[in-house]
């Protein structure tokens, strides 16, 4: 790129700074809408043009906040979903309860936006340095309970993947040609399971049908999870516990 090129460049940002700044339009703003779109139309029919619209600008202002890409807008979407859950808790204190802490509070402010769910773990730029803050909470507890080096890496990899992928699956969204007929058909086939190839899945059909990560067509907004999220916490808490107990 030659410097016409780059003074060329420059100017068309700064023109992009500039009109934004004219609409009094702010990344907060640009970021509140995109999750106001995603949790009322799906992230599936998430768009940028669509987005640009509801604001009243062009797409190049709101690429503009996004620092060009969708990815980057992704990414700030779930550092402002997850920019609070750490507030206010004690990490000096009770390294169980400070782990306890977080994963309710992540859980419950990703329930307020179902939708925005699968950014949350499977978008490589939605897990950066945005999120800098809750990490060093998690390490800080893991430390007072005693990990540190490979350890404390395993030991995080464990609990976050474990928070991060129960809310993901349990948010999983429905296929987008979900209907009425789609979900009969699905219940269906379920109670069709031969008791005699599959004996432990036909018996537990009157607890699991519906309930489970895979025989299910509602997901966690529609049916609880609360106890089988609680069982996985104390789960993994607890071996952790127990593991540093043996080292």
């Known amino acids: 790129m030659n410097k016409k090129e780059i003074v060329k460049k420059s100017e068309k940002k700064q023109s992009l700074k500039g009109r934004a700044a004219q609409v009094g339009l702010s990344k907060a703003q640009v970021v509140a809408a995109a999750i106001a779109q995603i949790d009322e139309r799906g992230l599936a029919k998430f768009s940028i043009r669509e987005l640009a619209r509801t604001l009243g600008v062009s797409t190049a202002v709101v690429y503009w906040h996004a620092n060009g890409k969708k ?23 009770d390294w169980k309860e ?26 490589m730029k939605s897990n950066g340095v945005a999120n800098i803050r809750w990490v060093e909470v998690v390490l800080a507890a893991l430390a007072n309970a ?51 190839q599959f004996p432990h899945t036909h018996g537990a059909l009157p607890v699991v049908t519906n309930r489970i990560f ?34």
Do not use: C
């Not at 990703?110 to 949350?120: E, F, R, T």
């Not at 992928?165 to 069709?192: C, H, N, Y």
């Not at 509602?218 to 071996?239: K, R």
């Open 146 to 196: 005693g990990f540190k080096g490979e350890q404390q890496k395993d030991a995080f990899n464990a609990l976050i993947g474990g928070l991060a992928g129960f809310v993901t699956m349990e948010l999983a969204p429905a296929p987008t040609e979900q209907t009425q007929d789609w979900k009969d058909s699905f219940s269906q086939r379920i109670t069709e399971i031969d008791a005699e």
């Open 98 to 123: 400070t782990i306890r802490s977080i994963f309710r509070r992540y859980r419950t402010l990703v329930l307020q936006h179902p939708n925005v769910a699968p950014l949350l773990g499977g978008e």
């Open 71 to 93: 990815a980057d807008l992704f990414a700030e979407i779930s550092a402002s979903i997850t920019s609070t859950f750490d507030q206010d808790v004690d990490e000096l204190g």
């Open 214 to 247: 895979v025989l299910r067509w509602q997901n966690g907004s529609d049916v609880s999870y609360d106890a089988s999220f609680e069982f996985l916490m104390n789960s993994l808490i607890e071996g952790l516990a127990l593991s540093i107990q043996e080292n």
